[in-house]
């Protein structure tokens, strides 16, 4: 069994302990937070008195030597403290002093201390602020004209173009020098590599910086007209200048063309006249490319007729090049000079290495012409002139001539004249060069890599045949077809089958095309 009257009495215990606890806590608690308050407190003033610093110390009166005498601190707000006895410890009061800083005179500002590097530079002579001087110029520009050779073969690139754009760090140089120091005895040296240098970057403005540059130098009598040549080879870099006179005007000392050759990179050419008050040029062409090989060239002549010369401009082609480029032309009878313009029509592919060749001409009646002209194919010579006439507006294309020129020792080559003509000159053009070969074909069997068979001239015949059949003539055509079936080089010759069956197709002109169809020798 519980002892029920046991339980009873503990549990009673238990609630009047609760009951106490419950009377007593919140007294304690209060005492405790009062406590805790005190010494933050007290903990608070002990900061402010150490962190504020200690009260200013008063020297006692001179009159007074007595070490008895009390020494008694006043506040600023002259409140006196008196200590009084008690029986019980109490902390005496203390004074709250107003600390006053000591008067110190104005400080004056002290500069920041500058930075010492742990290692001094050896050439620290670069870093100085030092005046601009033409010595100082000399050396920047021989710098940046010699940067171009430190460059590698990448950097320079296949076609030397990072090479010669290289030197526009040396433009900047020769421009920041003239601007500066215009008046410095190395001006005019200057002056002359700037333009060079414009040349070598492919610059436009070098077109009209040569004629300034000479038309100055004539101007303020630094070289004669008749020294130009040789001034121009003295010159470093050198370069070839060349004059050719024209009429001279009414009103006018001189007239001449001036063209600047750089070698084999190009030149330019500009219209120069000279009057009582001095020399003024016009800029007519400029044409540099120092990456490959260009010359320039230029002829003068009266083309359109109105009693003034003008004058054709022309370059040398691109490698690789089978289209010539048209002529720049500039009529001279006005200032300044006015341009004239070709036609629309694109001239046909040439041959490989061709020149760029221009002449002029005139007919008896007095017509004026304008002819390119040039040799090609020198194994077997074909001598081209394309007729250009000025018809008021532009330049009309006339016509094309081709006379072939062939060597008996060399003949077999003219075949591959033959083939380019009839893919660049046009079949009219092939068809009359080949009736210029067909006397002295085939040719003799003196290679003995390129054997001729007897039937060689049949298949020629043939040729020709088809040819004037395609340019719409028919006798010619059937007359050369007929040819190898009555009189065949060979009785066993092949192309006698060929011919009986273009004939037999090619009843009219309209059967062109199906008669074409039979033979391979109509595709070129």
């Known amino acids: 069994m519980v002892d029920t009257h046991k339980s009873k009495d503990s549990s009673q215990e238990f609630n009047l302990r609760q009951n106490r606890w419950q009377r007593i806590a919140p007294r304690h608690l209060f005492l405790l937070l009062y406590a805790l308050l005190t010494i933050f407190v007290f903990s608070l003033v002990l900061f402010i008195v150490f962190q504020g610093g200690t009260p200013p110390q008063v020297d006692p009166p001179l009159t007074s030597m007595s070490t008895s005498t009390l020494i008694t601190p006043t506040s600023m707000d002259t409140a006196t403290i008196t200590p009084t006895q008690r029986e019980t410890y109490t902390p005496q009061p203390t004074a709250t002093f107003t600390l006053t800083p000591p008067p110190t005179n104005t400080p004056t500002s002290t500069p920041h201390p500058t930075l010492t590097p742990a290692f001094p530079f050896i050439e620290d002579d670069r870093y100085n602020l030092m005046e601009f001087s033409p010595g100082i110029a000399n050396r920047l520009i021989g710098l940046m004209e010699a940067y171009p050779d430190t460059l590698s073969i990448y950097a320079r690139g296949e076609d030397q173009s990072g090479y010669f754009s290289a030197f526009t760090f040396a433009v900047f140089a020769l421009r920041e020098s003239l601007f500066r120091l215009p008046d410095a005895n190395q001006a005019n040296d200057w002056y002359w590599n700037l333009v060079y240098n414009l040349a070598r970057t492919?610059?436009?403005?070098?077109?009209?910086a040569f004629p300034e540059l000479i038309t100055g130098m004539l101007n303020e009598d630094l070289v004669r007209l008749d020294e130009l040549?040789?001034?121009?080879?003295?010159?470093?870099?050198?370069?070839?200048?060349?004059?050719?006179?024209?009429a001279v005007p009414s009103g006018y000392l001189s007239n001449n063309i001036v063209q600047i050759n750089a070698g084999e990179n190009g030149g330019l050419v500009f219209w120069l006249l000279e009057r009582p008050s001095g020399f003024i040029a016009y800029p007519l062409s400029s044409i540099f490319d120092f990456r490959q090989p260009t010359l320039v060239n230029f002829i003068t002549a009266d083309l359109n007729g109105n009693g003034f010369e003008e004058v054709v401009i022309y370059r040398s082609p691109p490698p690789d090049s089978l289209t010539y480029s048209f002529p720049e032309v500039f009529d001279l009878s006005s200032q300044p000079p006015k341009q004239l313009s070709f036609g629309s029509q694109q001239p046909p592919e040439i041959a490989p290495n061709y020149r760029n060749i221009w002449i002029p001409s005139e007919s008896p009646d007095g017509n004026k012409y304008l002819n390119f002209v040039d040799t090609v194919f020198p194994a077997c010579p074909v001598h081209i002139r394309h007729i250009y006439r000025w018809d008021g507006f532009l330049f009309e294309f006339l016509s094309a001539e081709y006379e072939i020129e062939p060597t008996q020792s060399l003949l077999n080559y003219c075949s591959l004249v033959i083939d380019h003509a009839l893919n660049s000159w046009g079949v009219d053009t092939a068809v009359n060069l080949m009736e210029?070969?067909?006397p002295d074909w085939p040719p003799q069997e003196n290679d003995p890599e390129e054997v001729y068979q007897k039937e060689a001239l049949d298949e020629w015949r043939f040729r020709l045949g088809i040819y004037h059949a395609l340019l719409n003539n028919r006798e010619p055509a059937i007359g050369y077809l007929e040819s190898i079936i009555a009189n065949p080089a060979s009785q066993e010759s092949r192309w006698i089958v060929s011919a009986q069956s273009f004939l037999e197709t090619y009843q009219s002109q309209r059967d062109i095309y199906q008669?074409?169809?039979?033979?391979?020798l109509c595709e070129f």
């Open 436 to 438: 210029i070969l067909i």
């Open 229 to 246: 040549v040789t001034w121009g080879k003295s010159r470093k870099p050198p370069v070839q200048i060349f004059l050719t006179s024209l």
């Open 202 to 208: 492919g610059d436009e403005d070098v077109g009209q």
């Open 515 to 520: 008669a074409c169809s039979l033979s391979r």
